[in-house]
C-alpha cells in the first residue's frame, strides 16, 4: 500500500540526512514516521510504502531521494506568499505521483496552495484525505479580532512595502480561503478534531467522510509537571502575538485590571517580536506594521513598558522551560481549532485560561481542567486570570485536570493506531 503524504514542512528525517536546520514545527509528523519505520505496519492492502512530498529550494525542489525506505520529493512554493496559487505546482505532482503512484495521498493542511494542486495532480477523491488544521475560512472573517477602524485602515513604511497592510493581510486570507474550499470539495476523506472543523468541513463539502483523530503533541511535553512553586509569581505567558487574530491587544487592556490587584504581574509572549527591534539588523521605523504599532500605544497608554517581555522564538524545550516558569497560560485567540499551545500547556499541568473561541471549547470544559472566558471581552479575560491567582488550589486542581485530560488526547499509541485505521478504511473504498 503506497500513501504519499503531503507536508508543509521538511521533516526532520530529510533534513537531517542532508545536515540541513529543520523546524520542529509538527513535530507528530516525525513521531507518525519513526513508527511507520520501525514497526512495518500494514493496512488491509498490505505493507505501507510511504512517499514525502515537502516544500524546498534549488536542485531538491526537482529531485527525489530514497532516505531509510523514504522516498522524498521536493517542490518548489513560494512560502512567504501563500495566497497565490502557481499553477506549476500541478505539472511537478503529476511528476511525483507519476513515479511514485500512490495508492492515496494524505495531505496535511489546507492552508496552502501545493494542497490544492496536489490534488489536482491527484484527481481520485475517494483516496484523498486531507487533515485540517487551521481554517481559513473562519481565520479570514475574524481576522481584524475588533481592533479600531482607524487601525485597520492604517498603514506604515513597512506594510507599504511589502503590500501587507492589515486590510491586505485580510483579504490574502479571503483568497487561502477560496483554495480551502476547492481543496476540501476535492476530497473525498477528512480528518479533524473538534466540532467547529466539523462543521467548517461539511459547510464547504458535506459529502467527504469525516474522520475524527486528535493530534500529538512534541514528544518533551510528555514529561515534566507544572508547580507552582517554581513558577515566577503572577506571571503571564502568551504563545504567540504577532497579527490581531491572536488577540494580544486584549491582554493588554486587561492588564490594568490585573495590576489594580496583582501590581506584580508580569507577561512574557513568545514568537515574532514586532514591538520592538529583537534580532533584526534594520531600526524598528522601518520594520513597524501598524498592529505592532498599536500594540506600542496600548503599551504606553496603560504604562505597561516595564510589564512585557518579548521571549522571542522558542525550541521545544525553551517552550516547555518557559510553560512551566509560567504562574498561567493564556490563549486569547479569536479564532483556534485545536491550537497545540493549549494541548502542550496542558499536558504539563499548567493553568489555562482560554477564549470561547473556535475549537477550544472541546479541549477545555470550564471550571474542571481550565477557565473559558467571553470571546473579545478583555474584562472578563481579566476576571478569568484573577481568578486562577485567587483560587491557587483550585487552579492546581485546573492542571491536574487538563494534565490528565490531556493524557488521553494526545496519546501517542492511540492517536497512531487510529491513523492506520483511517487509512484502512479509504484502502477499502
Known sequence: MKILWVCNIMLPAYAKAHGIEYSVREGWLTGCLDRLQKEKNTTSEGKITLGIAFPSEGPVSEGKEIVDEITYYGFNEDLAHPENYDASLETRFKQIIEDFEPDMMHVFGTEFPHALAALRAFGRPERSLVGIQGVCTEIAKAYM???????????????????????????????????EKEILLLTGNVTGRTTFDKEASYSINPDAEYFAMNETMRPCFYSGKWEERKTIPHSIFLSQGDYPLKGFHFLLQAMPIILKKYPDAHVYVAGNNIIGRGKSKYPYFMRASAYGKYLKRLIAMNRLRKKVTMVGTLSDVEMKNRFLKSSVFVCTSVVEN?????????????PVVAANAGGIPDMITDGMDGVIFDNMDYKKLAEAILQMWDEPVIAAVYGDNASKRAAKTHNADTNYKRLLEIYDAICRK
Open 145 to 179: 479580532a475588533g481592533i479600531p477602524r482607524k487601525v485597520q485602515e492604517s498603514t506604515t513604511f513597512r506594510d507599504r512595502l511589502k503590500e501587507d497592510s492589515l486590510i491586505q493581510q485580510q483579504e490574502k486570507f479571503r483568497l487561502r480561503a477560496e483554495n
Open 338 to 350: 485545536s491550537p497545540n499551545s493549549v494541548g502542550e500547556a496542558m499536558l504539563l499541568g499548567v
